[in-house]
């Protein structure tokens, strides 16, 4: 007898803390045969896979690539056509900067059944456990999301001088290497180098750490703390607001370097 399909979810792990994740996304792990998790996505989540699934790690860590997403795309496929229940975990949610549409894109292609489980992403809950909202009554009512990488073959632009004068908060995913570039091209386009901003390592989870200064001083603030990745990058009068928010903040000082 031919076995039928298998489904695939996809399903965004949150932002690292591991209670960051809806109950969605916790039953899809619970039921699945086979999981493909990410570099981002915490380890502590695959304690709710069942016993006997199958756990393969798909990451990529900058540009170290463990697997071409191609092979992943593949790898989904190929479990799908074997009927297997698959939960595919990705750090945040799968949409934002994720790749999610390209998997689904192949699933579709072979008539693989697939769910999307949306998860919170790092872009809101990174700044917000550091006590900083993205948006706030009269101080930022606009925010946009940007990755800091364009891979080589890119077919989109980030437009510096719409941005830099257009929206009051600004968060870029992946922007550590390209911190400079970034600063560089606001401050060119417009953008007060007084603008409060912060960087934010591992957020969500105890190794967080947070390096806050103006888009003037972060790249060389940066450079002293030898900040690596992963980390979000938030520029905006918000920042400067995060002081205000006690007690969440007092809980988080800890984190910030000095
Ligand atoms: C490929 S993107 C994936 C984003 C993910 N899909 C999401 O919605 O959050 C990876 C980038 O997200 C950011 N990121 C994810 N988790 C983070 C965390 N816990 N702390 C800081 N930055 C994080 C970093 O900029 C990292 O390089």
């Known amino acids: ?57 798909v990451g990529k860590k900058n540009r170290q690539h463990t697997y071409p997403q191609e092979d992943i795309n593949k790898m989904l496929i190929e479990y799908g056509l074997a009927g297997k229940k698959i939960a595919r975990l990705k750090g ?33 809950a990174v700044p ?49 290497t390209q911190a400079p570039r970034i600063v560089r091209n606001l401050m060119a386009c417009g953008k007060n180098p007084e603008t409060p901003v912060a960087m934010i390592r591992w957020g969500t989870l105890p190794e967080q750490e947070v390096l806050k200064g103006t888009l003037g001083t972060i790249v060389q603030m940066m450079e002293e703390h030898n900040f690596k990745p992963p980390a979000i990058f938030i520029v905006g009068e918000v920042v400067a607001y995060s002081e205000q928010l006690s007690p969440l903040i007092n809980q988080m000082a800890e984190s910030e370097i000095e």
């Open 1 to 57: 007898m031919m076995r039928e399909r298998g489904k695939v979810s996809i399903v965004g792990a949150g932002p690292g803390d591991p209670e960051l994740i809806t109950l969605k996304a916790i039953r899809a792990i619970e039921n699945a045969e086979v999981v493909l998790y990410d570099y981002l996505v915490n380890k502590q989540l695959l304690d709710y896979c069942k016993e006997g699934c199958e756990i393969v790690y």
């Open 92 to 124: 945040g949610d799968p949409f934002v900067f994720g790749r999610g549409a390209e998997e689904i894109l192949g699933l579709k292609e072979h008539d693989i059944e697939f769910e999307v489980i949306p998860g919170i992403t790092a872009g809101v």
């Open 128 to 176: 917000g456990a550091a006590g900083i909202p993205v948006t706030l009554r009269n101080v930022a009512s606009s925010v946009a999301f940007f990755t800091g990488h364009q891979c080589a073959n890119h077919k989109t632009e980030i437009y510096w001088d719409k941005i830099a004068t257009g929206i009051d908060t600004l968060v870029f995913y992946m922007g550590v």
